[in-house]
């Protein structure tokens, strides 16, 4: 591990992700090293990582943290689809992160024309997820989709309904 860069630790954290291999050890050696490189990391690797550590569902604190912490430095160089990956990672451990959510919202929401509809409903069901009651923002999100509604797919919209009804005050 101690010769993998930023890429190879977030593209392998990935990969174990994606095959659904919880390799407790093998993500425990990626973790000791990304902690200490973080700040190195894209946003993509960054987004990658916690992606990969929550669809395992492996609260790894440290790492976490870090993540949280070299997220909040490059917000606003984030696309749609990373800020919208980060939220959910943090929602679906759950591990309410209230400044990252903030840094999210604020990068998010200049942004909004660019959210398709996996971005908006993934953002949406986060929100709800970790009952976070942001009006800009949910306003935001509920104006992007009323036009794109009809590019959901099924998924889509039954995430995005249940998140509005978890937070009673959504306007799709």
């Known amino acids: 591990m101690a010769e993998f860069g930023c890429q190879n630790l ?6 174990l992700a994606g095959l659904q291999v919880r390799d407790v050890p093998l993500l425990q050696a990626i973790s000791s ?24 569902v492996l609260v790894d604190r440290p790492l ?19 800020l919208a990956n980060t939220a959910w990672a943090f929602a679906a451990l759950p591990l309410p992160d209230t400044p ?26 986060s929100m709800a997820a970790l009952v976070l009651q942001d009006a800009p923002l949910l306003e935001a999100l509920a104006s ?13 919209l039954s995430n995005s309904a249940w998140a509005c009804a978890t937070l009673s005050d959504c306007n799709l």
Do not use: R
């Not at 977030?10 to 990969?15: D, G, K, M, V």
């Not at 903030?102 to 069901?125: E, K």
């Not at 992007?144 to 998924?155: E, F, L």
């Open 64 to 82: 976490l943290a870090a993540i949280s912490s070299a997220a909040k430095k490059t917000i606003a160089e984030c696309n749609p689809q990373e």
């Open 10 to 15: 977030s593209n392998t954290a990935w990969a």
């Open 33 to 56: 090293q990304a902690i200490p490189t973080m700040d190195y990391f894209d946003t993509q690797n960054i987004t990658n990582t916690a992606w990969a550590f929550s669809k395992l």
């Open 144 to 156: 992007q989709a009323q036009p794109t509604i009809t590019d959901y797919t099924m998924q889509e």
């Open 100 to 125: 990252l959510l903030n840094a999210i919202s604020a990068a998010a929401q200049p942004q909004m024309l660019d959210f398709d509809a996996q971005h908006l409903a993934n953002t949406l069901w």
